[in-house]
């Protein structure tokens, strides 16, 4: 890889050069003509996020369209690593997963991967790993996102659920290929060895559920995909379709280089920051500016290096003219960094307003959400409003379980996994 950036899983960082990128992971860049059917898909104007390339390579986008196409309809599957609370970098992606939901109609498979977080961060604490599972999901249903087509779950309380399709992966890597894939030692914990197997489940449970293969489409930050290629090795030898995948750039830091991060939570905006806060992290951002003002009219500023642009670019600045006419005026001198910084940060507080009115309104909507195995069958029965649905599934719970609520769940016979 590239010496001047990193971008494992587990770490990224570094000025990312995304087309090497596309070449190292070997990766589709998304084109004109994938663009182009998009659109004619869609009917509609394309998205800020794909116009604009924040959503740059993919993996099978075009046989899935293949597919929905055909008439076989997909099932969208993200998540997220809770080792903190939420930043406007992870909110990109899950936004650009509900505008896909609303789309095509599609099912959302949400995984939260607090395992994950337990065994990487030595100072994290399980309780601590489950509590962001909760606090992230209120980010994650703030978004919209429909429940009645929405599941979101913690790897920890729906282990038994993806469990069995994890150990069918686990068989099939070696560990010379973990190895290989993400450059663990001998000094690596052996429950992150198995983590790949666990990320796989879900792009799989859609088929189990359903008794056939269903498509899966898998909306990620480009770091993901070293777990999703294994997961597409997998699959032929499991008989599943290879999940599909389109993966998004990162929003840069505040600070004008690398990605927002945790670890720099100065130049990193969370969606719990106090307005007040949040507002000066954003006065704050690193723009490139020049010296004094009279330098600034006679040089103009460098948007292509400037945080403030990027925000504008990424999140804040949906109108392509007006997007222009920001960049044109920055380089002609006639904007100053800060107006620039008081207009994003006056837009970035409004919308930090709103997201947090609606991520508490969350808290009464998380068991609408939330799918567990404590009582997965009666999540299932809560969902579904269709009678026909509701009266099958009360058969399966006959069959299978021999539980009332709030009792334990024993597992009988599994007829999904043979
Ligand atoms: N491992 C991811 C993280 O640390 C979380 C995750 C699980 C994920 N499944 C996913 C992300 C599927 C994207 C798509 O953030």
């Given at each position: 890889m590239n010496q001047d950036f990193t971008v494992t899983p587990w770490d990224v960082s570094g000025t990312i050069d995304y087309k090497k990128l596309i070449e190292d992971f070997g990766t589709e860049p998304i084109d004109g003509e994938l663009l182009d059917r998009w659109k004619r898909?869609?009917?509609?104007?394309?998205?800020?996020?794909?116009?604009?390339?924040?959503?740059?390579?993919?993996?099978?986008?075009?046989?899935?369209?293949?597919?929905?196409?055909?008439?076989?309809?997909?099932?969208?599957?993200?998540?997220?690593?809770?080792?903190?609370?939420?930043?406007?970098?992870?909110?990109?992606?899950?936004?650009?997963?509900?505008?896909?939901?609303?789309?095509?109609?599609?099912?959302?498979?949400?995984?939260?991967?607090?395992?994950?977080?337990?065994?990487?961060?030595?100072?994290?604490?399980?309780?601590?790993?489950?509590?962001?599972?909760?606090?992230?999901?209120?980010?994650?249903?703030?978004?919209?996102?429909?429940?009645?087509?929405?599941?979101?779950?913690?790897?920890?309380?729906?282990?038994?659920?993806?469990?069995?399709?994890?150990?069918?992966?686990?068989?099939?890597?070696?560990?010379?290929?973990?190895?290989?894939?993400?450059?663990?030692?001998?000094?690596?914990?052996?429950?992150?060895?198995?983590?790949?197997?666990?990320?796989?489940?879900?792009?799989?449970?859609?088929?189990?559920?359903?008794?056939?293969?269903?498509?899966?489409?898998?909306?990620?930050?480009?770091?993901?995909?070293?777990?999703?290629?294994?997961?597409?090795?997998?699959?032929?030898?499991?008989?599943?379709?290879?999940?599909?995948?389109?993966?998004?750039?990162?929003?840069?830091?505040?600070?004008?280089?690398?990605?927002?991060?945790?670890?720099?939570?100065?130049?990193?905006?969370?969606?719990?920051?106090?307005l007040k806060v949040a507002r000066k992290k954003v006065l704050s951002a690193f723009t490139g500016g020049r010296v004094s003002v009279e330098e600034q009219k006679k040089l103009g500023g460098t948007p292509s290096v400037c945080a403030i642009f990027q925000y504008y670019y990424y999140l804040f600045e949906m109108d392509q003219e007006k997007l222009d006419q920001r960049e044109q005026k920055c380089v002609r001198g006639e904007i100053m960094c800060g107006e620039c910084k008081q207009e994003l940060a006056d837009r970035v507080v409004k919308f930090l307003e709103k997201h947090q009115e609606k991520r508490e309104a969350a808290r009464d909507k998380v068991q609408d959400f939330i799918v567990s195995d404590y009582s997965a069958v009666y999540d299932k029965l809560k969902r579904p409003q269709d009678k026909k649905e509701v009266a099958k599934l009360m058969k399966t719970m006959k069959e299978y379980c021999s539980v009332k609520e709030g009792e334990q769940i024993s597992v009988r016979k599994s007829k999904e996994f043979k």
């Open positions: 898909l869609t009917g509609d104007d394309l998205p800020m996020a794909l116009q604009r390339k924040v959503f740059f390579s993919h993996r099978d986008l075009k046989w899935l369209l293949d597919r929905y196409e055909a008439g076989e309809k997909f099932v969208l599957y993200t998540g997220r690593g809770p080792s903190g609370h939420t930043h406007l970098g992870h909110l990109m992606p899950w936004m650009f997963t509900k505008y896909l939901q609303d789309k095509f109609d599609a099912p959302l498979y949400f995984q939260m991967t607090d395992d994950e977080k337990f065994l990487f961060k030595q100072d994290l604490s399980m309780k601590e790993a489950m509590s962001y599972t909760y606090e992230n999901a209120l980010d994650v249903i703030a978004l919209g996102f429909d429940p009645k087509k929405t599941k979101i779950f913690s790897d920890l309380e729906y282990s038994k659920t993806l469990y069995r399709i994890a150990m069918e992966v686990a068989k099939r890597v070696t560990f010379s290929t973990a190895r290989a894939v993400f450059g663990f030692d001998n000094s690596t914990n052996i429950g992150m060895i198995f983590i790949t197997s666990f990320q796989s489940a879900p792009a799989f449970l859609p088929s189990v559920e359903a008794g056939k293969n269903i498509p899966v489409l898998i909306p990620q930050a480009i770091d993901q995909d070293p777990h999703f290629r294994v997961t597409r090795d997998i699959a032929p030898k499991l008989g599943y379709y290879k999940p599909a995948a389109i993966h998004c750039t990162f929003l840069p830091s505040l600070s004008g280089s690398d990605k927002m991060s945790a670890s720099k939570p100065e130049s990193t905006i969370y969606t719990v920051d106090d």
